[in-house]
């Protein structure tokens, strides 16, 4: 097989040559493959986490993480935001007011993030496990119905994932399950961070619908829609004890394997409601 193509840090996928082997047989052929790169995300001129993720919508991840990690409460407390684009990787360098970095140095964590971790080299047991604030009470109602019609609208709009086969998305639907905007990463918590980011740019509010997530419903996906004010979470697959542990002191509702026509609620179960007629 011939060399591995080189690829720009800031393309989603690049073509590799491959040898695949068929029930006719070998073919030699070249497939779309999905890229991830370090992104190192440093406040005020400090660097503060080098997370692999995959080179687009930065500025959405940017603004996300910084929500869902409560380094600032609102998007307006973000002044600033440069990316810039290296061999080695990506440095997106985010400027925030002197009072919030003065508190993010007081719990400042150097992580280098792995695809599949959310919290990899955090320095203390009462870092990891951050606790926020339950989501305020809201009047979101969703049919049941609702969950398995983003669930079906979100799998037409995972483009990268279609051309790849190897990325999560996160999407976001209105209370009746119309998509309205999706995120795609190599990491699942790095696409619910793009989402939340894009969602806070365009001042969505987020008691106004749920999250969707092709992926399991860990802890950090249940604490980063906490912290944002999402209070549903579909997952497609299934939670941890923690997630539900922490979804239930929260108020988010959390539901798991949601396909096709069936879900299981794990909490909260008050917002959604089972009804048979269609969702129009």
């Known amino acids: 097989m011939g060399a591995t193509l080189r690829i720009a840090v800031g393309s989603s996928c690049g073509a590799y040559p491959v040898e695949r082997r068929t029930a006719d047989g070998l073919e ?21 986490a080098v997370m692999l993720a995959t080179p687009h919508d930065l500025e959405d991840f940017a603004a996300g993480f910084s ?3 409560a380094i600032v409460d609102s998007i ?3 002044h600033d935001l440069q990316i810039t684009r290296t061999d080695e990787g990506i440095a997106v360098d985010i400027a925030i007011s002197p009072a919030r970095f003065f508190k993010l140095r007081e719990r400042r964590r150097n992580l280098a993030g792995r695809t ?8 203390s047991l009462a870092q ?11 009047s979101l109602a969703v049919p049941s119905a609702a969950i398995h019609r983003a669930l079906a609208e979100l799998g037409k709009l995972q483009t990268l994932n279609a051309a790849t086969g190897a990325v999560h998305a996160a999407a976001w639907a209105s209370a ?26 365009s001042r969505s ?6 999250a969707v997530i092709t992926s399991r419903a860990s802890y950090e996906m249940v604490q980063k829609a906490a912290t944002t004010g999402i209070a549903l979470v579909a997952a497609i697959s299934a939670p941890t004890g923690l ?24 909490t909260h179960s008050q917002r959604i409601h089972e009804i048979s007629e269609a969702v129009s």
Do not use: M
């Open 28 to 48: 030699r052929a070249t497939d779309l493959v999905a890229e991830e790169v370090p992104v190192a995300l440093s406040y005020n001129g400090t660097s503060y």
């Open 67 to 69: 929500l869902s990690e």
């Open 76 to 78: 307006d407390e973000l």
């Open 116 to 123: 599949g971790c959310g919290i990899c080299g955090t320095e």
């Open 128 to 138: 990891a496990i951050r606790r926020p604030p339950p989501v305020a009470s809201s």
């Open 176 to 201: 009746a399950g119309a998509v309205g905007l999706v995120r795609e990463d190599v990491g699942r918590h790095n696409a619910l961070d793009k989402l939340i980011g894009s969602l806070a740019w």
């Open 205 to 210: 509010n987020f008691a106004d619908g749920f």
């Open 243 to 266: 997630a539900i542990r922490l979804a239930r002191e929260s108020g988010v509702t959390l539901v798991g394997f949601a396909r096709q026509r069936g879900h299981v609620v794990y």
